[in-house]
């Protein structure tokens, strides 16, 4: 499972309508560069190093999968699109935003263009005080002293002053009305990124399938016949341990748990890959051990074209898969939306992904969720 960084980002304004700019800049940068998970309120300080209006200033903490640089040049186009002009002098003038990397991960990046972290924020009240809202127990990784003493330490006399409170953008998705989401989606889908997203996002507890633990996996990619019952009922014996002991664990009332699977995938893997015969015994076993399991409150299946999918699994690496075959994934997708077409009873939210990629663009991963939101409130 790819991870995302954590970023905290200062945004300031001393332009216009100061408020507002700061608001639609969050705006932006959540819903075009990164996904924003803490919002700090505004606060105003006087400006530093040169006479002019008071700033407003705020923090907010990010997840992205880009890289600090990637990051920096779409901060500096949000800063573009906002009326932002630098003048390359390197002073400091009023303007209608800025926004600064104060910290990636716990990394320490000193280069040319790009400097993490930021080497005048333990100097700067207007920078530390939004920051200790969001983020007290972040560390300087150089200093090696959390937020809350850098504020208490700082030699910065300058006043800042509370303005306002800002929307938190995941906070509109109320997505921990859910307790209980499963993500499905065929081989290559995506699901396993999409639920670590989504856990990380919203503070939501983790349930991954064990399938590199599965030894029949390799053998059943070399001879399928051969060894498809084994593994069709290793997997079913797993998931079902794996899930009960797992959601066990929840209070399924109070905790929200997305997980990157649903026992029904048994069924719709081993209807392509057993014998008629072998099918029948397995649905038996199948239907005893599924009406003791927990069923998701919403269950989103991600579709993927085929040939999207054999991308996805080529670019991933994994030695056992590289032979799948196109039939075989087209066969895996008709059963997927067959069984869900026979559930009325199951909330499934089918999403056709085949052209996005929610990983590298901010705005497929916006409409992931607002695609959720509406099926939530629907």
């Known amino acids: 499972m790819k991870f995302q960084s954590t970023a905290h980002l200062s945004l300031g304004s001393n332009r216009g309508n100061r408020q507002q700019q700061l608001a639609d800049c969050v705006d932006y940068i959540h819903n075009h560069v990164a996904t924003v998970v803490k919002v700090s309120g505004i606060y105003s300080s006087p400006a530093w190093g040169f006479e002019?209006?008071?700033?407003?200033?705020?923090?907010?903490?990010?997840?992205?999968f880009k890289t600090a640089h990637k990051l920096l040049e779409d901060l500096l186009s949000a800063e573009s699109k906002a009326g932002r002009v630098r003048n390359g002098s390197g002073g400091y003038t009023a303007r209608t935003i800025d926004i600064d990397i104060i910290s990636f991960n716990n990394e320490v990046i000193r280069e040319e263009g790009l400097t993490v972290p930021h080497p005048r924020m333990q100097?700067?009240?207007?920078?530390?005080?939004?920051?200790?809202?969001?983020?007290?127990?972040?560390?300087?990784?150089?200093?090696?002293?959390?937020?809350?003493?850098?504020?208490?330490?700082?030699?910065?006399?300058?006043?800042?002053?509370?303005?306002?409170?800002?929307?938190?953008?995941l906070d509109k998705y109320r997505l921990n009305k859910f307790n209980y989401v499963a993500i499905e989606g065929n081989i290559g889908a995506g699901k396993t990124t999409l639920a670590g997203k989504l856990s990380e996002?919203?503070?939501?507890?983790?349930?991954?399938?064990?399938?590199?633990?599965?030894?029949?996996?390799?053998?059943?990619?070399?001879?399928?016949?051969?060894?498809?019952?084994?593994l069709e009922m290793s997997f079913l014996a797993d998931r079902y341990q794996q899930l009960s002991d797992d959601l066990s664990q929840f209070d399924l009332f109070r905790d929200f748990v997305v997980a990157d699977y649903h026992i029904f995938k048994?069924?719709?893997?081993?209807?392509?890959?057993?014998?008629?015969?072998?099918?029948?015994?397995?649905?038996?076993?199948?239907?005893?051990?599924?009406?003791?399991?927990?069923?998701?409150?919403?269950?989103?299946?991600?579709?993927q074209n085929t040939e999207t999918l054999l991308q996805h699994i080529k670019q991933r690496g994994r030695e056992y898969e590289q032979d799948i075959q196109p039939e075989y994934l087209e066969k895996i997708n008709r059963g997927y939306l067959d069984y869900i077409k026979s559930q009325p009873g199951l909330d499934v939210l089918v999403l056709d992904v085949s052209e996005r990629d929610f990983v590298e663009n901010q705005e497929d991963y916006v409409w992931i969720l607002d695609e959720i939101h509406r099926f939530n409130n629907y």
């Open 52 to 64: 002019s209006d008071e700033f407003y200033n705020c923090a907010i903490t990010i997840h992205t």
């Open 123 to 169: 100097d700067r009240n207007f920078v530390l005080v939004p920051l200790a809202e969001i983020g007290p127990e972040w560390q300087h990784p150089v200093l090696k002293k959390d937020v809350r003493t850098l504020l208490a330490q700082s030699r910065d006399e300058g006043i800042c002053k509370f303005v306002s409170k800002l929307d938190v953008q």
């Open 201 to 230: 996002d919203f503070n939501a507890k983790l349930v991954l399938e064990r399938f590199a633990d599965n030894p029949f996996l390799p053998k059943f990619y070399a001879d399928q016949p051969r060894y498809a019952f084994s």
């Open 266 to 303: 048994s069924l719709i893997f081993s209807k392509v890959t057993l014998s008629e015969d072998e099918y029948r015994l397995y649905r038996k076993l199948f239907d005893i051990i599924y009406k003791e399991m927990p069923k998701p409150d919403i269950y989103v299946y991600l579709y």
